[in-house]
């Protein structure tokens, strides 16, 4: 018997902006600066079937500072990478704009949907991960289907994935504003052993996932807002979090409630907005979180499944 | 008599990729993971002239981090900051990459050449820097005229700028490959005081901006190679420094040969390569550069003028 097991790292837990933003000078971005609350990078996990190497699922503009953090993704030769490749999980800048920090001549497998790639051609700043055959190699991500994910060369990685329609909204800077279900995913990674990682960093609900939460051993789950009205509340913005694609944690359709009885044995927010008040750990409402069976997930955080 | 100082940052001095690069284990990359050479930054510089107003010289794709290593360009409210905006060089992704990490609503001041502009403006991504009248300002970066910098609602700022044509090229992701004047600027800046930074952390070639070094009295210059083939020596690329568009600083036409007997009281190189062995700060390269009366920018340091 030597049965897979996935590893897994967390890279980043921030929502756009990271943690603190540089233009926030909210309590708890002041804080994270004075050092009384850790800084976050942008949301991504590093996952990892044989110890070599390895897939990001998002590449956050943090990505290269999050290779240094992470000492399995450093070169072990002089020139090369252990990272094979993305999946990412829709076309926003926060988890697409780390492709154009790796074009330094190493090649990439990138998965994604047709509606994420075609946004993405669009950027011809692209061009400089097409300078040579096979640099960014773009393969598709079936919705519904576990594939197993493969390197620019076709090399097997191990891991198997499938992603899920998730409720979101494309980005601006995407053609059309229709939505589409490939628009914005969920990504399910599931070991030999029967564990599996469910990673929806950015869902606008609950209700339509559930399904694909309730497969989750371990459960990544967009954590951007504490409450609909936080940003209108603070007079930090004007719009609600279910306007902007991202389902609360609170509130009686907020993802604690919605989420109530998912078998998932670890249950962890990622994508945390700065203004989120379960960034202090003393706050009451991540003592509510706790008292409810979840979470905060950490930068740095390994998880093996 | 109360005539004004420039205060000058050096918010990172590395080459495109910085120091180390993600994917390269070379020993200057490897000893800098080590800790024994202080890590960089990619290359940008922050200037202000009333302690209160910053404007930074390219947007890296660092600059959420300059910004947080640098505690004059904290935001001072709840939202805000101080940085009115931006003058960029060239169209290069590490010269422009840092404006799309800076779209949380607040308005910006971008000078740059028409070509840069037209350039940048083919990328759909920047429509997320465009949601409101006002927040993304565009402005005429002209070459050979001094301008005073204005910020996005048009406050002075006491920055007197200058550009001029340095030679280079146009970036890939840039329409057509023909080289234009505008593409790729040196920047001077000067204090009433008579002081004068020159800024030319990108150019093929001394000879044809000579006459724009000999104004500085501090002056911070490509670094980026040792010696025109430094890539193709160390088997990590096939271009030499010149058709990367980059002087190596070695050489009979290399700048320090080409720049011996400027007046500038202090010469500093700057956007240095991860390979250029004068990283190393007890290299013989770097006490070559040293007893030449040069020496090599850091990042965090203080410049007044």
Not at 40 to 57: C, E, G, H, K
Not at 107 to 132: Q, S, W
Request: aromatic share 6%; net charge negative; glycine share 10%.
């Amino acid at each position: 018997m030597s049965e897979m097991s996935l590893e897994l790292r967390v890279l980043g837990t921030a929502a756009g902006g990271g943690f603190p933003q540089w233009n926030c000078g909210c309590s708890n971005c002041a804080r994270a600066r004075l050092g009384e609350l850790p800084a976050r990078l942008q949301d991504s996990v590093a996952v990892t079937a044989n110890a070599s190497d390895w897939f990001l699922l998002n590449a956050s503009p943090d990505v290269t500072r999050q290779v240094e953090a992470t000492r399995p993704l450093w070169p072990r030769v002089r020139r090369g990478s252990p990272i094979r490749g993305f999946v990412l999980t829709n076309g926003d800048i926060d988890h697409v704009l780390g492709l154009l920090l790796l074009r330094e001549n190493h090649p990439l497998a990138v998965y994604c949907t047709a509606e994420v790639r075609a946004g993405l051609l669009e950027n011809p700043m692209l061009r400089t991960l097409m300078r040579f055959e096979g640099q960014l190699v773009w393969r598709s991500l079936p919705i519904g289907d576990e594939i197993e994910l493969l390197g620019p060369a076709d090399e097997r990685s191990g891991i198997r994935a499938r992603a899920f329609a998730a409720p979101g909204k494309p980005p601006l800077h995407f053609p059309g504003a229709a939505w589409a279900p490939g628009d914005n995913v969920g990504i399910e990674l599931a070991s030999e052993q029967g564990g599996r990682l469910v990673y929806a960093s950015g869902t606008a609900a609950v209700g339509p996932i559930v399904g694909d939460l309730e497969r989750a051993s371990v459960l990544l789950l967009d954590g951007t807002f504490w409450s609909e009205t936080e940003l209108i509340e603070r007079e930090l913005g004007a719009r609600s979090a279910r306007e902007m694609a991202h389902v609360p944690i609170s509130g009686r359709d907020g993802s604690l409630a919605r989420c109530e009885g998912l078998p998932a044995g670890r249950k962890l927010f990622t994508h945390i907005n700065n203004t989120n008040p379960i960034l202090d750990p003393r706050s009451p409402e991540r003592a509510e979180l706790v008292t409810r069976g979840w979470d905060v997930a950490e930068d740095g955080m390994r998880l093996l499944i």
